[in-house]
């Protein structure tokens, strides 16, 4: 009997979780699925697997994480000198799934294109200095924010 056979899908899906790393999670996540159908499946149908996405992964790689990970929470990254997608592309996209956000990572030198690129309507997002939160039931509660200059 094989592994995932005899595993409950929860702690199997936890596992191939831990073997996500934070730089590439789409790449390993597909390079996951060509191991067998089961384990294609499986991650396929695992839509918290796909919750980690990074920018440097390209525009297709986000938007195939976008789509997989379905109503899950989702931690985005950001890091302007590695990421391979316009910035405005990237907020315009993310914005669309604000009230899904567990967590944002955003490396930028550029922090008011940053929150030029949130549709308001969308949700609220405000890293400038003169800072004035307007929280609806939507918006993520932010714990804390650090802003890299």
Known sequence: MTLHKRLPLEIFGSI???CVGFEKP???LVTLQLVCWTWHNIIADASFLWGTINAAEGLGAFRKALQMAKN????LIFIERSTKIDQTEFFKLAGEKINQWKS???D????EACQDHLDPAQGHLDLGPRASPKATSHTPIWRSTTQHC
């Open 26 to 28: 789409v790449r390993d």
């Open 16 to 18: 191939l979780h831990l």
């Open 108 to 111: 930028s030198k550029r922090w």
């Open 72 to 75: 899950s929470l989702l931690d």
């Open 104 to 106: 944002l990572v955003v």
